[in-house]
């Protein structure tokens, strides 16, 4: 944490923990969060849980 918010992952509620849950158990398992720094999020999910990734573009990411 950094003035009192957190560094990387966060929700839109300061009170909502869960992403930097999943944050942390991401980072523990590759050893550090200096590894996962910058990585993709539905690569992250899917390796939590088992799944198949499946990036969606919204059309207003396509047209970046």
């Known amino acids: ?3 009192d ?3 990387f992952g966060r929700a839109m509620d300061k009170y ?3 992403p930097n849950i999943l944050e942390k158990a991401w980072a523990k ?3 550090s ?3 996962i720094e910058g990585g993709h999020v539905h690569l992250a999910l899917a390796e939590l ?3 198949v990734p499946k990036l969606i573009l919204t ?3 396509r047209n970046l």
């Open 1 to 3: 944490m950094r003035d």
């Open 5 to 7: 918010e957190f560094v």
């Open 16 to 18: 909502e923990l869960w």
């Open 29 to 31: 398992r590759f050893g």
């Open 33 to 35: 969060y200096e590894i």
């Open 49 to 51: 849980t088992n799944g």
């Open 59 to 61: 059309e207003q990411e």
